[in-house]
């Protein structure tokens, strides 16, 4: 009985009226009446006070933590509540805080490792398949030639072209997954310096125009010849950013199509833009196709080559100059891919004297 909010109330307020009718019978003039009153009265709102503080400032309380904690002994970190009662006396409710911070801190724990563990599963299955296509195409040739094909003079070199093709693919996914692990990893440094964006550009598109002549594209770079668009960062590795973002609208653009190139400077900051009048990205894949080989057409992309992880390296460059690749598509319409860059304090100067 002791040990129930009802029981405890019941022997306070006992005690309590007790005390009370002692006190009064100290008086002259208190009569049986004036003590059976005075004692029920007290005794009745002792033990309502009594129970109530009891019953929903500490029992509650104290349940709620015990719930609390045996979920945790049973790892069961799910329902948490976010808050505990505000009517709860200040110490229990220190104590269910921190309990219930600890759980939800479990939790996120919990959630974050099965993330990471379904990650790891689709890492693991996509880089097989990307090791896969050309290391089968390579043994296909080099098996051909073996099994009596290698007599063929003219078959010989076609075959043995093609799994230099394959080999030549594998040898640069490789080397990205080096060069991303090792940005992820912080083991690449980057090489600060002073240069003009706008030569970057230039070297990039002059680079695959020939690529972009192919198909019958058009690629335009727009910029403000009177203005140099100077920076402070790794000047190779912007370079590959260029690179990356213009040779992805020649892949994903329609033969015909065009791309535009636009270098922009406003107050501290210059803007490199690259849209093209392609197919465009469905909604629901702009938010992953920075992620390691996640490719919005598999079979369109395979068949134009690429490792995949092109974008993610440009999202990890640019983290690294303290900057982000943003992205806007419009499905029939074309994609926009932009970054910024700082503008360096004399490419400023020379802005306004101008």
Known sequence: MLTTSRGISLLLALAISALTVLFLLLLDDATPTLLVVAGSISFSVSYILMNVTLEFL??????????????????????????????????????????NSYAQAKNKEIEALQKNAEFRKEFIADISHELK??????????????????????????????????????????????????????????????????????????????????????????????????????????????????????????????????LKSHKNQLTVEVKDNGKGIPPEDLKRIFERFYRVDKSRNREMGGTGLGLAIVKHILEGHKSKIS????????????????LEKSAKAEDILS
């Not at 029992?59 to 329902?79: A, P, T």
């Open 58 to 99: 500490i029992f509650n309380e104290i349940s709620n933590i015990y719930g609390v904690l045996e979920k945790i002994q049973k790892k069961d970190y799910s329902n948490i509540p976010d808050k505990s009662d505000k009517l709860s006396i200040s110490p229990l409710r220190k104590i269910n805080k921190t309990i």
């Open 327 to 342: 992205v806007s598509s419009i499905l029939g319409k074309g994609s926009v891919f932009s970054f910024e860059l700082p």
């Open 133 to 262: 296509t050309p290391i089968f195409a390579a043994q296909g040739y080099i098996h051909t030639l073996l099994d009596g094909a290698v007599e063929d003079k003219s078959v010989r070199l076609k075959f043995l072209k093609r799994a230099a093709k394959s080999l030549n693919a594998l040898d640069k996914l490789v080397q990205d997954m080096l060069t991303l692990n090792q940005m992820e990893s912080g083991v690449v440094k980057f090489h600060y310096e002073s240069f003009d964006v706008k030569e970057v550009v230039h070297e990039v598109i002059e680079e695959l125009e020939h690529k972009a002549s192919k198909r019958h594209m058009l690629i335009r770079f727009y910029y403000d010849k009177e203005k140099t668009y100077r920076t402070f960062a790794d000047k190779e590795k912007i370079f590959r950013v260029c690179q990356n973002l213009i040779s992805n609208s020649i892949k994903y653009n329609n033969d015909g199509g065009e791309i535009d190139v636009t």
